[in-house]
């Protein structure tokens, strides 16, 4: 028969979301070890400090300089595209054949 004493609870699902944010850590990496630099100051500190700085100089797609020249080198080559199809346009048209066809029909 029915058993109501003992009834079944719903299964629960206990997953916890994970998301990395690398500017989020790289911030609490840069944070901690400017809490540190008061306290000690060794040399693999200055090390890291050194090191930091490097990757934060390193040109990255928002750079200004580095944009306008992917964007330059983007509309040559658009140019270029397009000219070489005008020509293959020009050679079609002038061509004997595609004369014929028009004045045949």
């Known amino acids: ?61 928002t750079d200004r300089a580095l944009r306008s020249k992917f964007v330059n080198q983007s509309n040559i080559r658009l140019i270029i595209i397009i000219a070489i199809l005008c020509f293959v346009l020009y050679m079609v048209l002038v061509s004997d054949q595609v004369l014929s066809i028009i004045q045949n029909n």
Do not use: C, W
Request: no cysteine; net charge positive; proline share 3%.
């Open 1 to 61: 028969m029915l058993n109501l004493k003992y009834k079944r609870k719903h299964r629960t699902f206990d997953y916890k979301t994970r998301f990395y944010d690398a500017e989020k850590e790289a911030l609490n990496e840069r944070l901690s070890r400017y809490e540190q630099d008061g306290k000690d100051k060794t040399v693999e500190n200055s090390k890291d400090n050194i090191r930091g700085s490097f990757k934060s100089y390193s040109p990255t797609p």
